[in-house]
């Protein structure tokens, strides 16, 4: 699968200080970094990503957490190169792992990896989520994908 183009929201404007990247946990949005990015966008320019299955980004039913992270890569290098530097990058749980990947398949692009409750990914039984009621902000099957990846890892 292609990268798909991320929904994003900016706060700030460029300064001498590095960008930063946000990155959401499952289920979340990047209008749930609202509180931190404003905070944050005081002295520089701060962007968060809806990822794809959620939010306002494309839902195209595939969500391995390479093309997660191939798709952040492409914002994070759009971000990079606005002001010729990498950009300090923070992620919550999926966002986490997404960062991870991102940071490993491109270092270029990363000045920083900061890194809140991130699942480690380990053979264990799975356990899906049960889905909620109602109407969601992600795409269930992206829940499912991800967990499953969590579970049953890749062993590379």
Same mark, same amino acid.
């Given at each position: 699968?292609?990268?798909?183009v991320l929904?994003?929201?900016?706060?700030g404007v460029? $300064?001498?200080?590095?960008?930063?990247?946000?990155?959401? =946990?499952?289920?979340?949005? $990047?209008?749930?970094?609202?509180?931190? =990015?404003?905070?944050?966008?005081?002295? *520089?320019?701060?962007?968060?990503?809806?990822? *794809?299955?959620?939010?306002? $980004?494309?839902?195209?039913?595939?969500?391995?957490?390479?093309?997660?992270?191939?798709? !952040?890569?492409?914002? =994070?290098?759009?971000?990079?190169?606005?002001?010729?530097?990498?950009?300090?990058?923070?992620?919550? $749980?999926?966002?986490?792992l997404v960062?991870?990947?991102?940071?490993?398949?491109?270092?270029?692009?990363? *000045?920083?990896? !900061?890194?809140?409750?991130?699942? !480690?990914?380990?053979?264990?039984?799975?356990?899906?989520?049960? *889905?909620?009621?109602?109407?969601?902000?992600?795409?269930?099957?992206? !829940?499912?994908?991800?967990?499953?990846?969590?579970?049953?890892?890749?062993?590379?």
């Amino acid at each position: 699968m292609a990268a798909v183009v991320l929904h994003e929201q900016r706060w700030g404007v460029p $300064s001498g200080l590095p960008s930063v990247l946000l990155v959401h =946990a499952t289920g979340d949005t $990047s209008a749930d970094w609202a509180d931190v =990015a404003a905070g944050l966008a005081v002295d *520089r320019l701060v962007v968060a990503v809806d990822l *794809r299955g959620h939010g306002e $980004s494309p839902w195209p039913g595939s969500y391995a957490l390479a093309e997660l992270a191939e798709d !952040v890569v492409m914002v =994070a290098d759009s971000v990079a190169a606005e002001q010729g530097r990498p950009v300090d990058v923070v992620g919550h $749980s999926l966002g986490g792992l997404v960062a991870c990947v991102l940071a490993s398949g491109r270092p270029d692009l990363v *000045r920083r990896l !900061v890194l809140e409750d991130v699942p !480690v990914p380990h053979p264990r039984d799975p356990r899906p989520p049960e *889905r909620p009621d109602g109407d969601l902000a992600v795409d269930w099957e992206a !829940v499912l994908q991800v967990r499953a990846q969590i579970d049953e890892p890749d062993p590379g």
